[in-house]
């Protein structure tokens, strides 16, 4: 297929543009593209050998539309606060590496000498959704970007109790017998699956002690259990 001819009488440089079909063209697939120059007279088919004139051919590459979107990384996307997550940007076209600006909605993060598929990790206390606000290859060539990456932070819980005991008190929390008043926790998790932190407030009631000295004929009743 003939992309552009020029009369043979004109010289100088020429620059032609033309437009890849979007259909019948195989993607990523050398083409050959064949430029004939012949001396005052216009080729008309890519095979004909002129007496006078060039003939060169190169090889075309034609490749897909570049595109670039975010999505979740390795790891889980729930996480509890925290923690980190991971998001990456999946990028086909343009030359490596690139450079990738995200963002959470408030803030903007430039990951610069970027591999497409390479985890990007943030330590997140909110739920957050990262949206791709700009991709450019290594020539500074902006990449059409898409999608959106959501992270789900859970929160972790607390419980505080108050409690008064004699002598001694037996915490279910964790088995443990505490004789002294004070401040004790214990950790586990929450249906969430983060930590839940529980607080005894202890207050401990010394045992106090008497002796009576007494003396009786016969029988005598203790005032303490009238026996």
């Known amino acids: 297929e003939a992309v552009v001819s020029y009369p043979s009488n004109i010289s100088g440089t020429r620059t032609v543009t033309f437009t890849v079909p979007s259909t019948g063209v195989i993607l990523n697939k050398g083409l050959r593209l064949r430029v004939i120059s012949r001396f005052n007279n216009v080729p008309t088919t890519a095979c004909e050998v002129g007496t006078y004139g060039q003939i060169e051919d190169y090889t075309v590459y034609v490749l897909p539309n570049p595109t670039a979107i975010i999505s979740n990384g390795s790891g889980p ?20 590496p690139y450079t990738v600006t995200i963002s959470d909605g408030s803030n ?66 964790n088995g443990i ?13 929450n249906l969430s699956g983060c930590v839940h932190t529980d607080t005894l407030a202890l207050t401990i009631i010394p045992l106090t002690s008497d002796t009576v000295m007494a003396s009786a004929c016969g029988s005598y009743t203790w005032v303490a259990n009238n026996n």
């Open 177 to 189: 017998t505490y004789n002294v008043s004070g401040n004790y926790t214990c950790t586990s998790l």
């Open 77 to 96: 996307s729930t996480i509890c606060a925290g923690q980190s997550a991971n998001v990456k940007a999946t990028i086909t076209g343009g030359t490596s």
């Open 108 to 173: 903007n993060q430039t990951v610069t000498n970027y591999t497409s598929g390479n985890d990007i990790a943030n330590i997140l206390n909110t739920n957050t959704t990262y949206s791709l606000i700009s991709v450019l290859d290594y020539f500074g060539t902006s990449i059409p970007v898409s999608g959106s990456a959501s992270v789900v932070v859970n929160q972790p819980t607390s419980n505080t109790t108050n409690q008064s005991a004699c002598g001694s008190y037996v915490w279910s929390c």
